[in-house]
Each structure stands twice: as structure tokens, then as C-alpha cells.
Nanobody
Framework: QVHLVESGGGLVQAGGSLRLSCATSGTTFKYSGMGWFRQAPGKEREFVTAITSSGSTTYYADYVKGRFTISRDNAKNTGYLQMNSLKLEDTGVYYC??????????????WGQGTQVTVSS
């Protein structure tokens, strides 16, 4: 298990940008893949993006491709999600997770508490 804490969420106008951070504790983060998921009110949690433990490979959902960028700094035990050109439909609670890289939540063993992202018109 890895303890994860997200930060950086907030209110932003459509077209704006936010950078989320996922800080972790311990020394095992560098051995885990990392994913970001989001959940809008009344909807299922959905995959956003993921990155392998080394950072060499990234995966993106089609609806964020070209706008969002995932990265990680294993020396700082921190992951990041840069979100540009935000749309109203990007609104939701964003969660980071550690585990085996996949687009389904059940391959991740550790989750943060989430950070709210609200995009306004």
C-alpha cells in the first residue's frame, strides 16, 4: 500500500489550465504504475491517464488526449497531471492511484482521497 495525497484542484474557467499533484509516502512509489481517474456527480469513476513506473510509457483516454499530460518524479515520490484547454465536462473529483497500469480501477491497490476540479463557463 502507498499513501497518496492529491492537491491542486480548484475552480477554473473553460479553456484554462490546472496542474494536479499526487504526493506519496514511502519508497515503493517508484516501483508502481500510476493512474488518474475522475468521477463526476452521478457517474461512474472513469479512467483519465496512466504512466508506467519508470515514466517511459503513458496512456490517455481519448477524451483528454492532446490536452492532459501525465508525468512523475520518482526522486520526489510525486506524480502530476497537467490539464490544459479544460472543458465543462472535465469537472469532477480527480483521484490518483498506484498499482498496475490499466484503464480499470481494480488493478490499482492504493488511492488518494481525491481533489475537486470544477470548470465553469
Amino acid at each position: 500500500q502507498v499513501h497518496l495525497v492529491e492537491s491542486g484542484g480548484g475552480l477554473v474557467q473553460a479553456g484554462g489550465s490546472l496542474r494536479l499533484s499526487c504526493a506519496t509516502s514511502g519508497t515503493t512509489f517508484k516501483y508502481s504504475g500510476m493512474g488518474w481517474f475522475r468521477q463526476a456527480p452521478g457517474k461512474e469513476r472513469e479512467f483519465v491517464t496512466a504512466i508506467t513506473s519508470s515514466g517511459s510509457t503513458t496512456y490517455y483516454a481519448d477524451y483528454v488526449k492532446g490536452r492532459f499530460t501525465i508525468s512523475r518524479d520518482n526522486a520526489k515520490n510525486t506524480g502530476y497531471l497537467q490539464m490544459n484547454s479544460l472543458k465543462l465536462e472535465d469537472t469532477g473529483v480527480y483521484y490518483c492511484a498506484a498499482g498496475s497500469v490499466a484503464s480499470t480501477p481494480n488493478t490499482y491497490h492504493s488511492w488518494g482521497q481525491g481533489t475537486q476540479v470544477t470548470v465553469s463557463s
